[in-house]
């Protein structure tokens, strides 16, 4: 753990169990109200308040639903706990609740059937406390490391301490005055508690455990109640005490401790509900006592209070460490999911909701020696000496006779240990002047060979200058190699993206082949279809010819029938014009005189028109010579608002033509400037073409070259290694035998032997600079010369820019002042515009007043005209009426006349009517016969082209351009070099081992 961790504290980690429901409450059917969320961690109440439904949501470290098995509750929540007590801290466990939701089941269950299975496997049934006796057993025999483990088992009834593993040999009367008078709960001095009197019992397996457990729990106090049918009445405490041996780095035997407290608290009941009566109902109140004063010693403690009542109840002081202390802390909530418990089940979920945010600091115990472990046990011998001097003189606490024998053994057997430890101490001393002895003798050879050694330093002094020099033209070497192989690799790394490059494409190209080939295979799918539709077509064709010529031979005779009809029809029609010619003539007659009578009266009317036409002129006359003159006045006073509204409107038209002409003279010597830096910016991608191409052939020339260097170079190196092992290998087999002389000679040797070696390398080296230093300096020449040119079109292109940007701002400064006279312009003309529209109303207005009076006095005028009309009308209506009972007459009679040839009319028609069903009845069944001829022939023979999904879909191709793939080139060579000795100085390059060459590629070689 670290210091942080120490400083801010540990949460208690809290769990929550849920019972499944029990026999009574599954025959009444009670109604669940908790559900249990494994996966995250959360607990939902449900109630009704008010008769709205509210869900109330609770998360904790871990939940376990009706479904848990005590086998998951412990893997996932206590093993871990066991572990750390195990590794030296105090770990407490605790279970709290209502009473009959499982606590005692969870931390016990069924311990006295669990003794052992047939492999001393435990039952299912097995709770927390057994499956921890097992665990802890099992991993201190697999450390296979010395141990003792001791346990306590006591008992809070009614706030009174008892033990529960009191020897059962007392005489009951003894008993009787030990439980009225319980054990007292004392200070110990260390900020914690001790129960004085509390039996101690060392345990050496995991059986022996069960035996005390069982024991223990048969004297816990139980009852009945109605919610319990076995209801523990007192809080137990069930203590695991571990000591275990490790040695220490400087070989002291250190004592390692931990502590494990199972506490299983009494459930909280409502007397009113559980039917305790008498002794039952203080021992529930008791209960609920302890209970509230650990519910306000966990808010006291979440809330940061100053006091915490700890002394309040003896359960809190027993637990005190537990809650706020140095312990690592437990606690498993558990609940009932039955309605009737649903104000418990919510008591309990607030209490453990708030037992999580408490924050204990847990430390692991602090290891004893041995020494001072057996210091403490000779005070616990003079102790149990002084309880049996007490015990026999009849003064103080007496003890039973097996225990008085049973420590007097312990003691003889410490002593014994004790003193087998001194013989263990005295044999050490033996053995430790046997090694000093034994050191001794190592210094004066030390001594003999630190002479020897100063010698042998001196020789590889000089070994060493000479190694030195050697390094260094080594290093030289190397430097060199790998700037050269650096350059190697940039440009296989280019090539490496070119052929990735062509590898794309060629995928891209023989997908598009792919895609010819389907559209291929479409087009003939397409053309056998079409071929096979004409045929159906031209078959269509001859059949509906031959329907056709039958049709025309029955419209023929149609035609001819038609005939016949028509002629009849004729003369019928010539003999009712002779008829109706006769009436015509009678009819004029008549028309005649009614036209006299017509005329008369025209002619009075014509009189009173006069007369009304002569006073509209007059009136009109006034009302034209009015209009006239207020027309004039506004002519006049539109001319001369007019000349002033056309030279606004003037001179904003020569604003904006001058404007215009502005902008064209701008574009265009913009677009001169614009194609000029074209032409330039051409001749220098031109240039820097050809630039690079040199770059280029350049570069292969010194690839090749420094790849014919580099295999000699690689093979002289190899050659020199091989017969540097050998020559070592033969030294050293002779270096055995004479260690000086053959020191000397395998040095001379080996200087020889590597002189001549670098000889051969320095002579390669002087012939690879000195080419180099050629191909430097054509590049150098080749680089000055591109890069005075790219200065020059820098500098021009900087001058045109510049110009430009002058150019563009004094046209700019140009067009803001056209456009602000424009604007000017532009607002004065509205001025006048609005002006003119103000007198023109007035005008208007003053106008239509005096034209209303005129036409006021018109249309007296024509009222009266009108009722000398309505005279003349009346007289006219009378004539016409005589004239038209008259005419009547004469029309009835040829109306009968008419009928009578009518009547032969319509017989001839209602021949040719049938003749005309016949010719339809003919004429539809053969368009019938044609149109299903038709429908079978384009519905069943003519065919629909069939898409069969696999025309492949239209996709732009990803053609890389030129630009990607200029960027794929490698770097030039000196811009290579330099980038490697910027990153790589001289000075700080180490000589390495030589490695295996890599084997060269041919470029565009194909990658893996």
Not at 534 to 542: A, D, G, L, T, Y
Not at 730 to 743: C, G, P, T
Not at 919 to 928: L, V, Y
Request: proline letters at 2%.
């Amino acid at each position: 753990m670290s210091g942080r961790e120490k400083e801010k504290g540990v949460n208690v980690q809290v769990l929550l169990r849920c019972r499944p429901f029990s026999e009574d409450e599954l025959r009444s059917n009670a109604p669940q109200v908790v559900t249990c969320n494994d996966y995250q961690r959360e607990v939902a109440v449900s109630q009704n308040i008010a008769g709205k439904h509210i869900d109330r949501v609770f998360t904790f470290d871990k939940v376990f639903g009706p479904s848990a098995k005590q086998r998951d509750l412990y893997d996932q929540a206590v093993v871990p706990i066991v572990n750390e007590v195990l590794e030296g801290f105090n770990c407490t466990i605790f279970a709290y609740g209502q009473t009959g939701t499982g606590k005692t089941y969870t931390m016990e269950g069924e311990c006295r059937r669990a003794k052992s299975g047939l492999n001393g496997e435990l039952p299912q049934e097995a709770g927390v406390i057994p499956r921890a006796v097992k665990q802890i057993f099992d991993t201190l025999e697999g450390q296979n490391a010395e141990y003792s483990v001791k346990v306590t088992f006591l008992e809070l009834y009614n706030e009174e301490i008892t033990d529960l593993l009191a020897p059962e040999e007392i005489s009951k009367v003894a008993l009787e005055e030990k439980q009225k008078k319980p054990l007292p709960l004392m200070e110990d001095g260390k900020g914690g508690v001790l129960v004085r009197g509390l039996e101690e019992e060392i345990v050496t397996s995991a059986s022996e455990i069960f035996t005390l457990l069982e024991r223990g729990s048969s004297k816990r106090r139980t009852a009945e109640t109605l919610l319990n049918k076995q209801s523990s009445r007192s809080h137990s405490l069930f203590s695991i005490t571990i000591h275990i041996k490790e040695p220490s780095p400087e070989g002291e035997e250190l004592i390692k401790c931990g502590k494990l407290n199972l506490v299983d608290l009494a459930g909280s009941e409502n007397i009113s509900r559980s039917g305790a009566r008498e002794g039952r109902a203080r021992e529930a109140g008791e209960i609920n006592k302890s209970l509230l004063t650990l519910g306000r010693v966990i808010n006291a403690l979440v809330e940061h209070l100053g006091h915490i009542p700890y002394r309040d109840s003896k359960l809190t002081r027993l637990l005190r460490d537990s809650l706020g202390g140095r312990t690592k802390t437990c606690i498993i909530a558990t609940v009932s999911p039955a309605v009737h418990c649903l104000e418990e089940t919510l008591s309990t979920l607030d209490y453990a909701h708030r037992a999580k945010h408490i924050k204990n600091k847990p430390e692991v115990n602090q290891k004893m020696m041995k020494s001072t472990l057996i210091k403490d046990l000779y005070g616990e011998i003079d102790r149990l000496k002084a309880e049996v001097y007490a015990a026999r003189e009849k003064n103080g606490v007496y003890i039973p006779k097996e225990r008085y024998y049973q420590e007097e053994s312990e003691r003889k057997a410490m002593a014994d240990q004790i003193e087998q430890m001194g013989i263990t101490i005295e044999t050490h001393q033996k053995q430790l002047e046997e090694l000093q002895e034994k050191y001794d003798v190592q210094v004066r050879q030390c001594s003999d060979l630190s002479t020897k050694l100063t010698h042998t330093e001196k020789n590889l002094l000089e070994t060493s200058r000479l190694l030195a020099y050697t390094e260094e033209e080594l290093k030289k070497c190397r430097y060199a190699l790998n700037e050269r192989d650096f350059v190697i690799s940039e440009q296989r790394k280019a090539e490496n993206a070119l052929t990735q490059q062509a590898c794309a494409l060629q995928s891209d190209l023989e997908k598009a082949l792919k895609d010819n080939t389907s559209l291929f295979e479409k087009i003939s799918r397409e053309d056998k279809l079409h071929s096979d539709n004409r045929s159906v077509v031209n078959s269509f064709h001859s059949e509906l010819c031959q329907q056709i010529g039958c049709l025309r031979s029955i419209v023929a005779n149609s035609i001819s029938q038609q005939d016949e009809h028509l002629q009849c029809v004729g003369k019928l029609c010539n003999s009712f014009r002779e008829t109706h010619d006769k009436a015509v003539k009678e009819m004029k007659k008549k028309l005649t005189n009614t036209r006299t009578v017509y005329m008369s009266h025209i002619e009075a009317l014509q009189n009173v028109v006069r007369l009304h036409k002569s006073n509209s002129v007059a009136g009109l006359d006034e009302i034209s010579t009015l209009a006239s003159s207020n027309a004039q006045s506004i002519e006049d006073y539109l001319a001369s608002e007019g000349v002033q509204a056309a030279s606004v409107f003037d001179d904003l038209q020569n604003a904006l033509s001058a404007h215009q002409g502005e902008m064209a003279i701008f574009a265009r010597e913009l677009r001169q400037r614009f194609n000029s830096s074209s032409e330039q910016t051409k001749q220098i991608s031109d240039y820097t073409d050809g630039f690079l191409s040199k770059l280029m052939d350049q570069s292969k020339t010194i690839q090749n070259h420094v790849t014919g260097v580099d295999n000699i170079q690689m093979k002289s190196i190899a050659d020199f290694q091989k017969a540097y092992e050998e020559q070592s290998k033969s030294d050293a087999e002779k270096f055995l035998v004479d260690v000086s002389n053959l020191f000397s000679n395998h040095i001379l040797r080996q200087k020889e032997l590597v002189n001549t070696r670098l000889d051969g390398l320095r002579e390669a080296a002087v012939e690879n600079r000195s080419f180099m230093d050629g191909q430097v300096s054509s590049l150098k020449n080749i680089a000055t010369e591109a890069k005075r040119k790219w200065q020059e079109f820098c500098v021009q292109a900087e001058s045109d820019a510049k110009g430009g940007a002058d150019y563009s701002a004094a046209k700019h400064c140009r067009m803001e002042i056209l456009l602000q006279q424009s604007v000017t312009n532009a607002e004065s003309a509205f001025q006048h515009c609005k002006k003119t529209r103000d007198s023109v109303n007035e005008m208007c207005t003053k106008h239509v007043s005096s034209l209303s009076s005129l036409v006021r006095d018109a249309t007296d005028h024509i009222e009266q005209h009108d009722a000398d009309i309505d005279s003349a009308r009346t007289a006219a209506e009378h004539d016409v009426a005589t004239n038209n009972q008259e005419i009547l007459q004469h029309i009835d009679g040829m109306s009968a006349q008419e009928r009578e040839s009518v009547s032969g009319i319509l017989g001839t028609v209602e021949a040719h009517t049938k003749t005309l069903e016949t010719f339809r009845e003919d004429h539809s069944g053969q368009a019938a016969v044609m149109e299903k001829k038709s429908q079978e022939t384009f519905q069943q023979h003519f065919m629909d082209y069939d898409p069969t999904g696999t025309t492949p879909m239209r996709t732009e191709p990803d053609v890389p351009s030129k630009g990607t793939i200029e960027s794929l080139r490698a770097m030039p060579m000196e811009a290579l070099v330099e980038e490697f000795r910027e990153n790589n100085s001289y000075d700080s390059f180490e000589v390495k081992e030589p490695k295996t060459p890599l084997v060269p590629r041919s470029p565009l070689a194909e990658i893996n």
